[in-house]
């Protein structure tokens, strides 16, 4: 699964906030290798019979079509720990810093937190802050803590600390509005996974609850106050973004 493809976003926004401040790329490769990593073991079971229960993945069969449920489940699961262990073992000084981040992340104030979320919302219409707080935890959690790795292994004014968050932030909740607006507008085939998945399983999603021109409304919304935390930086934001322009697209 960690080898089927995809846009390895999270390691390039580590890889880019090092890059933006002059940090060593190949001292913080384990680091993104650990986040892509956590990526891959969420997907793993987030496709699974007991949870969205699909077929596809990255334009392949998920995970447990190809090898069974029970190899799924074990394949996250040392996914997910492995991947403390690289942390751990490549960062004796920064490593329990590393793992706070991305554990806080990955657990039941983030990811985990907003998969829960997610499969209550099939029973039920959230309101707007609600749902939000759903992307901000299943989506931009690990997105946040991409950036602020990234910024932990290396030297980083205070404002621009503030900056980074304030983009993160915005970032991660624009990724998922325009995965929600892509799974309404694009085909299996486009996206690599079944199309209007979230409308049959009766999602709570941005178009669903503003309509899809509201959805895009919102998208607009972070990508600005994205921009604006990127314009506020002492140097050169231009890997950042580079990586912005895929909401645009």
């Known amino acids: ?116 979320l997610d499969m209550d919302g099939e029973n039920e219409q959230y309101h707007l802050e609600t749902l939000k707080r759903m992307h901000e935890a299943k989506t931009g959690a690990l997105i946040q803590a991409a950036i602020a790795m990234g910024g932990l292994l290396v030297t980083i004014p205070e404002t621009d600390q503030t900056a980074l968050a304030d983009f993160s932030a915005a970032f991660g909740l624009g990724f998922q509005i325009k995965d929600d607006i892509n799974d309404v507008t694009k085909t299996t085939a486009e996206l690599g996974k079944t199309a209007d998945k979230d409308v049959i399983e009766h999602k709570n999603t941005f178009p669903e609850l503003l309509g899809l021109d509201g959805a895009i409304q919102a998208l607009q919304v972070e990508i600005a106050k994205a921009e604006t935390a990127l314009n506020e930086l002492t140097v050169d934001a231009a890997p950042l973004a580079e990586i912005l322009a895929v909401l645009k697209a």
């Open 1 to 116: 699964s960690v080898e089927a493809g995809g846009k390895r976003l999270r390691p390039l926004l580590l890889l880019s906030v090092v890059a933006m401040y002059d940090g060593v790329i190949a001292d913080a490769l384990p680091a993104a290798a650990a986040l892509e990593y956590v990526h891959t073991y969420s997907l793993i079971h987030d496709d699974l019979p007991a949870m969205d229960d699909d077929d596809l993945r990255r334009g392949k069969p998920t995970n447990h079509k190809q090898f069974g449920e029970a190899l799924a489940i074990l394949a996250g699961d040392a996914l997910l720990t492995d991947a403390f262990a690289i942390l751990s073992r490549q960062y004796p000084e920064k490593g329990a810093a590393c793992v706070q981040i991305l554990a806080e992340a990955a657990g039941s104030n983030g990811m985990v937190g907003g998969q829960v």
